[in-house]
């Protein structure tokens, strides 16, 4: 079976980090365009950030630039998301998403598998 899992997520105060993983399973995913997206409460999916298959290139949301680090390791077919200098508004849920197409690739459509999601929770 195909499948991505999240974890990493939790409760943190503002100005903390979390990591947040996405371990892959199933098929190969050295290939693939990873993504993370997150979902407020009340509001749609939105796109954070991607890395190519390689980790040459990354492209993140403007909302996230220069806080959030997208990295991957093939060997272990898992993709992390480092995310520091946390805000209340980066409170959602976050899912890891793979596609096997051509970048770029920044909206949910494009994305053939996906997580089931973990819980980023930042207080003020």
């Known amino acids: 079976q195909v499948r991505l899992v999240e974890s990493g997520g939790g409760l943190v105060q503002a100005g903390g980090s979390l990591r947040l993983s996405c371990a892959a399973s199933g098929r190969s995913f050295s290939s693939a365009i990873m993504g993370w997206f997150r979902q407020a409460p009340g509001k749609e999916r939105e796109f954070v950030a991607l890395?190519?298959?390689?980790?040459?290139?990354?492209y993140y949301a403007a909302s996230v630039k220069g806080r959030f680090t997208i990295s991957r390791d093939n060997a272990k077919n898992t993709v992390y998301l480092q995310m520091n200098s946390l805000k209340p508004e980066d409170t959602a849920v976050y899912f890891c998403?793979?596609?096997?197409?051509?970048?770029?690739?920044?909206?949910?459509?494009?994305?053939?598998?996906w997580g089931q999601g973990t819980q980023v929770t930042v207080s003020s």
């Open positions: 890395i190519n298959w390689s980790g040459g290139n990354t």
């Open positions: 998403a793979a596609d096997w197409g051509v970048l770029p690739r920044v909206t949910e459509k494009e994305y053939d598998l």
